[in-house]
């Protein structure tokens, strides 16, 4: 009789913020220690490998400096950046039952002395988890009357703009991409950030397919294209306009498509008229003959398909800019063509039941008996200095601004979110999970000193010490997905999947579902909801009926049995993909207002705001007055061995970033106009801050333009990182921030500025 192997195989799924969502599967010994982590070969996505971020996992969940057990910050003990390695001296351990009950009484004081609503939850999708996500989080807040999140910090924009076009967030399979004859990656770094897209592109490659890339930076995907255009930062909505001119003045679109699926288009053209190849090129710092062979490229390759990304939504205009994007492949009818179309996201696929989840209604039992005000996070500098700067006073009689996020506003100057800050107490106490706002918020300098704010409470569930946690009060052990059970979507592909618990938590880490629920208990909140276990919500999520059964659309054949045991579950419109290929918009009734494709928006024109796309130069551009004194165009990048700010601490993944630490990258003639040569130290700044980087000369950049990589602050000997340099401006569409949109100067280190 053979032995039975010591190791056993669970499967999991990554949570971090990408798009590929991997099916993982974890090798645990007869120890209960992890000891392999690979991609699942059965996933159709998947395809049994893992990026190079996750492909070193173990590094992060074992650690030697992961923080293991609640902190509480010793008395006397400054707020503030530590050097790394040191921070453990500004707390002191306690047991959970002490940071709850001592978290538990400082919110009930917070509440009472200035309102509920002067506590802010701040979350993003550091854990992409149902329930990791948005859960029993939201619950715990909806129930105490905290202020609501409008959570913009990285999808917001492109989104809605996607919405407005399209109705819903759909959009061509990743594994139709091998199919097509042209991909345009336009401002997506898929060998980066999207890297389970990758083999689908290589193969249609193979067959003859051209792979174009649209970035004003040389990323590892434009240097592997066969044809990189190096766009001017914010110009992208100029070229796409350019590009229906071309399209429209060549009779190269498709009039039966068009008049089938489209509303508009009568509007649209006569937009697109005054986008002559010449005028675009101006902007845009192409050639016009090149804006006209990408038109004709473009318009009569079939299948053709877009992959366009979040970061090109990131700029003063970033919303119009992806509407017109998203518009090309229903110029050309490229929807109608399996591998042809456009993905962004794919999450509007899945329709978990989130009222179940969150329980919106608990907010009636609450001290203001009804939904708190909305917060943008994209405005936490703001909203931790101003806001209730003017009337300190307690909400529950607060006037309540709309829960809808703003479809637009004015993106040329630093302004208020549509009333988001301009009603309620000033935020007393600031609740951080899933995120790193230290390091991620714009306009680093404003929240820094929000943070430093000695009467404000912080706590921070987390993993490591961050940029964050320095200035928290209490700092609370969290887990890594190998640690809990979750649910989970993708928003680049169309499978289920079951994350099942692969180790017990080291130390004393917890979920946030367990910490919710427990914090909940020690408030007093006696609702039955706060008892719920994972599995429980998990069957709430997909609203698993009598049957057992999924009644969630898309999810009726789903049940929680066969997650268990098959681990990943396409969704109904994507279960048969040979006999039924999913093409979302190729035919029939859509979920806008007009039921069909909107080139022409009625939402925007009666909101006062103009339906149709168009082309307006970010206030920080070559072409505002800010640029008479800060002349550069900043990109800050994300590097493509972390994600966002997450794996920066770890030294296997800042050695594969090394090449770009701390460096700024800058043109040959603008490095020589300043006197600078390669590794010279110089200092990039503009009014709202500054930083010194090592200049790093790079001819592939667009000249005027300089890029960054973001980083944690604490790591960098300024004690600062690229959001020293951006703006709480916000979006046109959506109220998402504006990191592209950021002008500076540089100097070397020495030279008078």
């Given amino acids: 009789m053979a032995a039975s192997s010591p190791f056993r195989i669970i499967h999991a799924v990554c949570s971090h913020d990408c798009p590929d969502s991997c099916a993982v599967l974890v090798t645990v010994n007869d120890e209960g220690r992890a000891v392999k982590v690979e991609g699942d070969p059965a996933h159709p996505v998947t395809r049994g490998f893992l990026c190079g971020k996750v492909a070193k996992y173990l590094d992060r969940v074992y650690a030697p400096d992961r923080i293991l057990y609640p902190l509480r910050r010793k008395p006397g003990a400054q707020k503030g950046p530590r050097p790394r390695g040191s921070e453990h001296e500004a707390f002191e351990r306690v047991s959970w039952d002490e940071a709850l009950d001592a978290v538990a009484t400082r919110l009930q004081q917070i509440s009472d002395k200035y309102g509920p609503e002067s506590i802010l939850p701040y979350s993003y999708a550091g854990n992409m988890g149902v329930l990791g996500y948005g859960s029993m989080d939201r619950r715990f807040f909806h129930r105490l009357g905290g202020s609501q999140l409008d959570r913009t910090i990285c999808a917001e924009a492109g989104g809605q703009a996607w919405k407005l076009v399209y109705g819903k967030k759909l959009g061509t399979p990743p594994e139709d991409f091998r199919l097509a004859r042209l991909i345009l990656a336009w401002a997506a770094n898929i060998h980066g950030n999207n890297i389970h897209l990758w083999p689908f592109i290589e193969e249609a490659r193979r067959n003859g397919a051209r792979l ?39 009779g190269l679109h498709d009039r039966a498509y068009i008049a089938a699926m489209t509303h508009g288009f009568e509007q649209l053209a006569e937009r697109a008229r005054q986008y002559t190849p010449e005028h675009v090129a101006h902007y845009t710092g192409m050639t016009a003959g090149q804006i006209e062979q990408l038109a004709r490229e473009y318009a009569t390759t079939q299948p053709a398909v877009i992959r366009v990304n979040y970061g090109v939504q990131r700029a003063d205009y970033g919303g119009t800019t992806v509407r017109a994007i998203i518009m090309l492949p229903a110029l050309t009818g490229a929807w109608k063509y399996r591998g042809g179309g456009a993905q962004l996201s794919t999450s509007g696929a899945f329709e978990w039941d989130e009222d179940a989840l969150r329980r919106p209604g608990l907010a009636q039992a609450s001290p203001l008996k009804r939904l708190a005000r909305t917060v943008n996070m994209s405005e936490l500098g703001r909203a931790l200095t101003e806001l209730g700067q003017n009337r300190e006073h307690a909400s529950n009689g607060a006037s309540h601004p709309s829960e809808q996020r703003p479809l637009a506003g004015d993106p040329g100057r630093e302004r208020e979110s549509n009333g988001a800050h301009s009603d309620g107490p000033a935020v007393h106490a600031l609740f951080v999970y899933n995120s790193n706002p230290g390091a991620i918020a714009p306009n680093h300098n404003a929240v820094r000193r929000g943070l430093e704010r000695d009467d404000l409470f912080t706590v921070v569930h987390e993993l490591f010490f961050t940029d964050t946690t320095d200035y928290a009060d209490f700092v609370l052990p969290a887990t890594t997905f190998l640690e809990h059970t979750d649910i989970q979507g993708a928003y680049g592909h169309y499978f289920v999947q079951l994350s099942q618990q692969a180790i017990q938590p080291l130390g004393e880490a917890r979920s946030n579902v367990w910490l919710f629920s427990r914090l909940a208990e020690r408030m007093g909140f006696t609702e039955a909801c706060f008892s719920d276990t994972p599995e429980q919500m998990i069957r709430q999520a997909l609203a698993i009926g009598s049957d057992g059964r999924s009644k969630n659309p898309g999810m009726e054949h789903i049940t929680l049995a066969n997650l268990e045991s098959e681990g990943h579950i396409p969704l109904a419109l994507h279960a048969e993909p040979e006999a039924q290929p999913f093409q979302p918009f190729a035919s029939g009734s859509l979920p806008t207002p007009s039921g069909k494709i909107e080139f022409f928006s009625e939402t925007l024109a009666a909101a006062g705001l103009d339906g149709l796309p168009g082309f307006t130069p970010p206030a920080e551009s070559r072409w505002g007055e800010a640029a008479r004194i800060y002349p550069l165009e900043l990109l800050g990048r994300k590097g493509d061995n972390y994600m966002n700010s997450t794996f920066a601490n770890l030294p296997g993944h800042r050695k594969m970033e090394s090449r770009t630490s701390q460096k700024l990258e800058i043109h040959p003639l603008d490095a020589q106009s300043r006197g600078v040569s390669e590794g010279d130290r110089v200092r990039v700044f503009n009014d709202r801050g500054a930083l010194e980087l090592a200049a790093m000369l790079n001819p592939n950049l667009p000249a005027g333009v300089v890029a960054a990589r973001l980083d944690w602050a604490k790591l960098h000997p300024d004690g600062a990182n690229v959001n020293a340099l951006t703006s709480e401006r916000l979006t046109d569409i959506g109220g998402g921030p504006t990191f592209y949109s950021t002008l500076v100067q540089v100097a070397k280190v020495g030279n008078r500025d």
């Fill in 212 to 250: 174009i890339v649209i970035d004003p930076y040389r990323t590892r995907t434009a240097a592997a294209a066969d044809w990189h255009i190096a766009i001017r930062p914010g110009t992208d909505t100029a070229l796409a306009l350019g590009m229906m001119h071309v399209i429209l003045n060549e």
